[in-house]
């Protein structure tokens, strides 16, 4: 019975720090935009939380898009913002964003596409604190019996 309550909220936890982690390589994308050479990094969501809660498939399930001269440490060039904290490691499991716009800097990042990745996460990030004070507001109610 417990393991029911906290498998619920367990999973929304995992999904509250995924949309973190997304949110900071987004902004850090977004930080980077004037960085010439920098590559725009991000990760499938769906895939992590997968990977995140035990149910994902084989191979590597936060790559995006990969790409043969990956750097160990994650950035394509030693000026940029390395992204840390998370899930992961420093490569937080991001891969790199197929170019949209070529640019003849070689920075890969698309303003408007960045911008709009960074609201849309943070409206997801907004739901799923309501659900989880929602859960949590409930479960208060049936321990109190009201």
Same mark, same amino acid.
Not at 11 to 24: S, T
Not at 31 to 51: E, Q
């Given at each position: 019975?417990?393991? $029911?309550?906290?498998?619920?909220?367990?999973?929304?936890?995992?999904?509250?720090?995924?949309?973190? =982690?997304?949110?900071?390589?987004?902004?850090? $994308?977004?930080?980077?935009?004037?960085?010439?050479?920098?590559?725009?990094?991000?990760?499938?969501?769906?895939?992590?939380?997968?990977?995140?809660?035990?149910?994902?498939?084989?191979?590597? *399930?936060?790559?995006?898009?990969?790409?043969?001269? /990956? +750097?160990?440490?994650?950035?394509?060039?030693?000026?940029?913002? *390395?992204? /840390?904290?998370?899930?992961?490691?420093?490569? $937080?499991?991001?891969?790199?964003?197929?170019? /949209?716009? *070529?640019?003849? =800097?070689?920075?890969?990042? =698309?303003?408007?596409?960045?911008?709009?990745?960074?609201? =849309? $996460?943070?409206?997801?990030?907004?739901?799923?604190?309501?659900?989880?004070?929602?859960?949590?507001?409930?479960?208060?109610?049936? +321990?109190?019996?009201?």
């Amino acid at each position: 019975m417990l393991d $029911n309550l906290t498998n619920s909220l367990d999973f929304h936890a995992k999904a509250l720090v995924l949309r973190a =982690d997304r949110q900071r390589v987004i902004a850090s $994308n977004i930080a980077n935009a004037d960085t010439p050479g920098y590559a725009a990094r991000d990760f499938n969501f769906a895939d992590a939380l997968k990977s995140a809660t035990g149910s994902a498939s084989s191979g590597s *399930p936060l790559r995006m898009a990969t790409s043969a001269d /990956t +750097i160990d440490s994650g950035r394509s060039n030693a000026r940029h913002i *390395p992204l /840390t904290g998370g899930i992961g490691d420093s490569d $937080n499991g991001a891969g790199y964003v197929v170019q /949209t716009q *070529p640019t003849a =800097d070689g920075n890969s990042v =698309d303003l408007d596409r960045e911008r709009a990745a960074f609201a =849309d $996460n943070a409206v997801r990030y907004e739901a799923t604190l309501r659900f989880i004070n929602g859960q949590s507001k409930t479960l208060m109610s049936a +321990i109190q019996g009201q």
